[in-house]
């Protein structure tokens, strides 16, 4: 057990008690995209319950609680809108309870939480409505695969507690004119994570960001999704979440260009503004009227994410897919991969009337996305310490170049021209990335970081990304991405290759770091020829 490293309150050990209990609780899940009040049953889809399946219920009455859309999310807060008064002061007069929009183990939207001295407070008077802390929250930090640093990473009370109306008024002020609580107006993703697992294009973009759009999406759906006007980092430096190549930047910039980002010694300043006082009895607090709270520890104690797949988004994904509140083809995300292509200088085909011209659209339509043409994209490893036998790699080049070169031999009027590129993505400009991975629709590579790309790719309807690994050795990262974004993926163990249904379990064998992967060639080009053909469906 973690050492609570403060004497017991009565209200700490109520709180134990409850925690006990909390195997019997109800969420309140309350849908964000809802405007009107209470019309049961509105924001459902071909009737599943929007109940969370991770969440045993005893109260099958999810509508009990509707609230707003946003913007009109402050409660009542002092005068209406931003009056000077109004921006300076920008405290509460009524203390709004907190209420979970959407949750799903490491991943959970508050209306209305609280935070002081870095602790977030969920303000309620039914504290069994809400779920295990342990699924939405966690100490931070470093993870390591160790009973030592799960055990470290459990949540404390100084994580997250529950103050009840009658606490919240005592400690911040009975009266509006004098209450201590300070909105942060807007709504705010908090990414409660180490920059382990920020500072890598992968985690941040593929997984992080994924994650995070999708139960932002989901949570409205069939609404378009609220702006995000900021993003919190606690534990990471502005150092922290950035990666080498400069990929995390450049994403967030081109995805959310009003974004504002707060890093560790920021949010320290919220902590240190809340906690300084409370010694000599003037507590104050934050409150934020929206709040996205990501955390990969407690992603990791869902059982999608901790058992099966490793993929913090896939609690996210999977389940709102099952709950029909996202789409299986991975539409959501085209607001974002379009925004990121605009941004690189993606150009139309002429009429502009290519499917991505859609891009400002709030609702991007679903389906087949067109390509002018079939193109490969190898993306090659030979520079780095994970990489193919070299002549396996010059034999696959081969294979691939005489692939193409054939088929575009065979080109009838009216069929697609094949190209292939054999690129060294570090050796590129990130725009040039982008703007090939837009047009790519078959991304290979060995099992690697530049396989993220696949996040930016089309799905066309013969869309595939082809991953090498060492014979025996498989990890789920790009190929779960790559299904929840509804393209097909392959794994190749030289001359062989498997594919959804066919997946092998996760290995790390002897080699699969290393500079000896085999491919065959003529392997990779059949898995090739085959797709696009419309085989391998
Ligand atoms: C603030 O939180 C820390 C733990 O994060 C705790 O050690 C400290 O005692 C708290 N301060 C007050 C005044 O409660
Ligand atoms: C890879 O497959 C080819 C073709 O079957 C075979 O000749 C070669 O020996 C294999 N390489 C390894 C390392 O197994
Ligand atoms: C994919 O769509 C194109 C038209 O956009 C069509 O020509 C092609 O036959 C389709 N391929 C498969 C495998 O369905």
New binding site residues.
């Given amino acids: 057990m973690f050492p609570l490293t403060r004497t017991l309150s009565r209200r700490d050990v109520v709180l134990i008690l409850i925690g006990a209990l909390t195997m019997h609780f109800f969420t309140v899940v309350v849908p964000l995209g809802s405007r009107f009040s209470v019309v049961p049953g509105s924001h459902q889809l071909n009737d599943k319950p929007t109940v969370n399946k991770h969440l045993p219920q005893d109260n099958g009455d999810i509508n009990t609680l509707l609230v707003p859309i946003l913007p009109e999310s402050t409660g009542e807060s002092e005068g209406q809108g931003t009056t000077f008064r109004n921006m300076i002061f920008s405290s509460l007069s009524s203390l709004p309870e907190t209420s979970i929009v959407e949750h799903v183990p490491g991943w959970t939207l508050f209306r209305d939480i609280y935070m002081a001295n870095g602790t977030l407070l969920i303000l309620t008077s039914s504290p069994a409505s809400f779920p295990d802390s342990r699924y939405m929250t966690s100490t931070g930090l470093q993870a390591e695969n160790t009973p030592e640093s799960i055990a470290l990473r459990e949540p404390t009370l100084w994580n997250m507690d529950i103050v009840s109306p009658e606490d919240a008024l005592q400690r911040w002020g009975n009266h509006p004119s004098t209450r201590r609580v300070w909105s942060v107006e807007g709504n705010t993703l908090l990414f409660n994570d180490p920059p382990q697992f920020l500072n890598h294009y992968y985690h941040f973009c593929a997984e992080l960001m994924l994650g995070m759009w999708s139960i932002w999406t989901g949570a409205v759906y069939p609404e378009p999704p609220p702006p995000i006007h900021r993003a919190i980092f606690p534990h990471s430096s502005s150092e922290g979440w950035r990666d080498g190549p400069g990929f995390n930047g450049y994403f967030l910039r081109a995805a959310f260009p009003s974004l504002t980002a707060e890093v560790d010694i920021d949010w320290n300043d919220r902590v240190v503004a809340t906690s300084k006082g409370i010694e000599s009895g003037v507590h104050r607090a934050w409150h934020f009227p929206y709040l996205l709270l990501a955390d990969r520890s407690a992603a990791f104690r869902g059982k999608l994410c901790g058992l099966q797949n490793q993929r913090t988004a896939s609690e996210s994904v999977d389940d709102l897919v099952a709950r029909s509140r996202l789409d299986k083809r991975g539409s959501w995300w085209r607001s974002i991969k379009y925004a990121v292509w605009r941004f690189a200088g993606v150009t139309t085909d002429g009429d502009g009337d290519s499917f991505w011209s859609h891009a400002l659209d709030e609702n991007p339509p679903a389906g087949f996305e067109e390509t002018e043409k079939i193109v490969i994209t190898y993306l090659s490893r030979q520079s780095s310490r994970r990489r193919l036998i070299p002549k396996d790699h010059e034999d696959l080049v081969e294979s691939l170049e005489s692939l193409v070169q054939r088929k575009n031999a065979e080109i009838t009027t009216g069929e697609k021209e094949w190209e292939l590129n054999v690129v060294k993505a570090e050796e590129m400009a990130i725009d040039d990335q982008v703007r090939l991975a837009a047009r790519t629709t078959i991304l290979l590579g060995v099992h690697g970081n530049g396989l993220s790309h696949l996040i930016l790719m089309p799905r066309t309807n013969v869309s595939a990304v082809i991953e090498i690994f060492y014979?025996g050795g498989f990890a789920h990262d790009y190929e779960w991405t790559t299904r929840a974004l509804g393209m097909k993926h392959f794994g190749v163990w030289?001359?062989t290759y498997f594919t959804e249904g066919t997946t092998p379990p996760v290995y790390y064998p002897q080699g699969f770091q290393g500079s000896s992967i085999?491919a065959?060639g003529p392997n990779v080009a059949d898995i090739i020829e085959k797709r696009i053909a419309g085989g391998l469906q």
Wanted: aromatic fraction near 20%; proline fraction near 40%.
């Fill in positions: 014979p030289n001359d085999p065959y």
